[in-house]
């Protein structure tokens, strides 16, 4: 099972880290990601990473504002968000799935609940 946590209300400009844990398995051999969905939109791709060795892979809109990490010893996944924007805001599910540079939802098998990341100016 997969659990988010570390959403809330930013300003604009601010910063949040997002986490997820799965206490029922391991990530090994896995790749984690984070995805988004806005209120009325589809659910887009934000950041993944290889389990085994960290290979990063980010959308566009969020790279070099965007952090994806992960603690093997925690079974964590980490989304660090900087310089967050109005359009950052959206609930944020990480997902657990088997192909490196996989963008679309249904490349994934395993979801969270998700957690709402809410920026105001």
């Known amino acids: 099972q997969l659990v988010e946590s570390g959403g809330g209300s930013v300003q604009a400009g601010g910063s949040l880290r997002l986490s997820c844990v799965d206490s029922?398995?391991?990530?090994?051999?896995?790749?984690m990601a984070w995805f988004r969905q806005a209120p009325g939109k589809e659910r887009e791709f934000v950041a993944a990473?290889?389990?085994?060795?960290?290979?990063?892979y980010y959308a566009d809109s969020v790279k070099g504002r965007f952090a994806i990490s992960r603690d093997n010893a925690k079974n964590t996944v980490y989304l660090d968000m900087n310089s967050l924007k109005l359009g950052d805001t959206a609930v944020y599910y990480c997902?657990?799935?088997?192909?490196?540079?996989?963008?679309?939802?249904?490349?994934?098998?395993?979801w969270g609940h998700g957690t709402q990341v809410t920026v105001s100016s």
């Open positions: 029922g398995r391991t990530f090994s051999g896995y790749y």
């Open positions: 997902a657990v799935g088997k192909r490196y540079k996989a963008t679309l939802s249904t490349d994934y098998d395993y």
């Open positions: 990473i290889s389990w085994a060795i960290g290979l990063t």
